[in-house]
Nanobody, 124 residues
């Protein structure tokens, strides 16, 4: 049983920072790519960032590139999303996800397990 548990969300002012964490269990963490998606009220879930199984390859949505950094610690079975220079439009529920192969994807249907989500709210 694969489990993904996100933490680190909260309320922050515009321009501030947050770091999200996602602890994974039930799968050989270092064998699989990981991703972060987000969903704002009334909008579809959208890709934010992804990282390959080794961490040597990352990819970002245009809207967050240069502000967000995805990383992973395979020894701790944890993936992180460092979010800097936050904007009100970053407000959403952020989801951690994993896919059954080691390479990156931006498509949510290519990921097979999802966390419960963590709320990020950025005030103006």
């Amino acid at each position: 049983q694969v489990q993904l548990v996100e933490s680190g969300g909260g309320l922050v002012q515009a321009g501030g920072s947050l770091r999200l964490s996602c602890a994974a269990s039930g799968r050989t963490f270092s064998s699989y790519a990981m991703g972060w998606f987000r969903q704002a009220p009334g909008k579809e879930r959208e890709f934010v960032a992804a990282i390959s199984r080794s961490g040597d390859s990352t990819y970002y949505a245009t809207s967050v590139k240069g502000r967000f950094t995805i990383s992973r610690d395979n020894a701790k079975n944890t993936v992180y999303l460092q979010m800097n220079s936050l904007k009100p439009e970053d407000t959403a529920v952020y989801y951690c996800t994993t896919r059954p192969i080691g390479s990156i994807s931006v498509r949510p249907d290519e990921y097979d397990y999802w966390g419960q989500g963590t709320q990020v709210t950025v005030s103006s």
